[in-house]
């Protein structure tokens, strides 16, 4: 339980760390946060002596083609995620993870074809209408929270598919794309519009620091997922959002109007009702698995 926790509040924290890391602009943050990460995890492959593995995965076309997918959905959810935080919409990007459990759902039914259990399209009914709630408040999409609830869910459908290590996964993720965002800030030097180098070492430091935040709270979830059942990680993946929506509404004082006040109690209703469906579910289907040994 202890490694859960640790890795939620990481991410649930993970707001006050990003503004910190200007004037590098989003963009920069992304990049760098490719950049570093591979060289983190390059570093725990080769300690781990997992290379062969690695370099296996690179010659299976299938595995490559579901990777090049996952990690263009992952700069999605990171870029998404970056621009949030930075940008004033901390609440708004806890809405997209608190939402993402249903979007999750939909995800099986149009792509997996999976049928719903009648609680289960209750609780996506209600998140959509919460999500027409605040659309009407914003005046806009919570584009920031759609973003960041879609492109996580389709990153998770393609990590399933691929069935890889965290760091496996991660490495050869961040490889894909490792080009591009070197390319991206050795062009934004040639511009004089980078920031790293060029704002001091702490800077320097915090950016460098992009590839340890993100591996960190990967290696506690990998170690909670082996020790801790699915019911109880499906309870502790909203530690994060929650500690993300306090923290932009008591640290970053983010408006809360009545209207989103409304839209947030029914994404939290949606979610009490998928969670407690989920557990019932889960309960039966172990009930009925042990009768059925017992016979």
Wanted: charged share 10%.
């Amino acid at each position: 339980m202890t490694f859960g926790v640790a890795a939620y509040l990481c991410w649930g924290f993970f707001p006050l760390y990003w503004p910190l890391l200007e004037p590098a602009g989003s963009l920069e943050i992304l990049a760098h946060r490719f950049v570093w990460s591979m060289v983190f995890v390059l570093v725990a492959i080769t300690a781990m002596g997992k290379w062969r593995t690695f370099l296996a995965i690179a010659r299976d076309r299938r595995l490559m083609l579901i990777l090049a997918a996952a990690s263009v959905t992952i700069a999605l959810n990171w870029g998404g995620f970056i621009y949030g935080v930075t940008n004033g919409h901390v609440i708004e990007t806890s809405l997209g993870y608190f939402i993402n459990p249903l979007v999750t759902v939909l995800l099986a039914v149009f792509v997996l074809k999976e049928t719903l259990r009648p609680a289960q399209w209750a609780a996506v009914a209600i998140g959509i209408i919460a999500v027409v709630v605040l659309t009407v408040d914003y005046g806009r999409l919570p584009w920031v929270a759609l973003l960041v609830a879609f492109s996580f869910a389709a990153y998770g459908f393609l990590k399933k598919k691929a069935d890889l290590g965290a760091f496996e996964g991660l490495g050869m993720e961040t490889a894909i794309l490792f080009p591009v965002a070197l390319a991206f800030l050795v062009t934004l030097q040639a511009r004089g519009e980078l920031a790293f180098g060029h704002e001091g070492p702490g800077n320097v430091t915090l950016l460098v620091g992009t590839g340890v935040v993100t591996a960190i709270p990967l290696l506690l979830f990998g170690a909670a997922a082996t020790r801790l059942s699915l019911t109880t990680i499906g309870i502790l993946q909203y530690l994060g959002p929650i500690i993300q929506f306090i923290t932009g509404l008591t640290i970053f004082h983010e408006d809360m109007t009545t209207a989103r006040w409304v839209g947030f109690v029914l994404v939290w209703i949606a979610l009490v009702v998928f969670t407690v469906d989920a557990m019932t579910s889960r309960r039966r289907l172990l009930r009925e698995t042990a009768e059925a040994c017992a016979i």
